[in-house]
């Protein structure tokens, strides 16, 4: 069962502007993928993988993403931009069938760059509860490259 809930994290999908692909591919099995554009496989092996693991999941690679890496370069000239799933406390008011206010937790998805990313550390993403979702790609920034 679990397995199918991590599968689940693994899809490309692309549109006339861009390509989405789950941060739940590690990057082995990302340049494996047939469905994931040649080019971006491509960039993915010449930039991205000499200063990351085979092992290691896009989306432990965004989260751990040092602000001066020259990968930031990279994701910000391909027009990255990620889905991230950010735990959100909303101030709850009383009514409609509830007793007194209280805090309500819940998850809120964004788009952010690379960039917005990185500038949070990883302990403040850890305890803001960031999920990495999704990293999209501009198709036409990487015919650039």
Same mark, same amino acid.
Do not use: N, W
């Given at each position: 069962?679990?397995?199918?809930?991590?599968?689940?994290? &693994?899809?490309?999908? +692309?549109?006339? /502007? $861009?390509?989405? %692909?789950?941060?739940?591919? #590690?990057?082995?099995? =990302?340049?494996?993928?047939?469905?994931?554009?040649?080019?971006?496989?491509?960039?993915?092996?010449?930039?991205?993988?000499?200063?990351?693991?085979?092992?290691?999941?896009?989306?432990?690679?965004?989260?751990?993403?040092?602000?001066?890496?020259?990968?930031? &370069?990279?994701?910000? +000239?391909?027009? /990255? $931009?990620?889905? %991230?799933?950010?735990?959100? #406390?909303?101030?709850? =008011?009383?009514?409609?069938?509830?007793?007194?206010?209280?805090?309500?937790?819940?998850?809120?998805?964004?788009?952010?760059?690379?960039?917005?990313?990185?500038?949070?550390?990883?302990?403040?993403?850890?305890?803001?509860?960031?999920?990495?979702?999704?990293?999209?790609?501009?198709?036409?920034?990487?015919?650039?490259?």
């Amino acid at each position: 069962m679990q397995k199918t809930i991590y599968e689940d994290y &693994k899809y490309s999908i +692309q549109d006339t /502007a $861009r390509i989405y %692909v789950g941060c739940k591919y #590690t990057f082995a099995e =990302f340049l494996e993928e047939e469905e994931i554009l040649f080019k971006f496989r491509l960039v993915v092996q010449k930039y991205i993988l000499p200063e990351a693991d085979f092992g290691d999941t896009l989306e432990t690679h965004l989260y751990y993403l040092a602000p001066e890496s020259f990968l930031v &370069k990279i994701y910000r +000239q391909i027009k /990255a $931009r990620v889905r %991230v799933s950010v735990l959100e #406390t909303k101030k709850s =008011f009383p009514g409609f069938g509830r007793k007194g206010g209280g805090e309500e937790k819940r998850y809120v998805t964004r788009q952010m760059t690379v960039e917005e990313l990185v500038s949070v550390p990883p302990a403040e993403k850890e305890r803001q509860g960031y999920v990495i979702q999704e990293l999209s790609v501009s198709k036409l920034a990487l015919t650039s490259l």
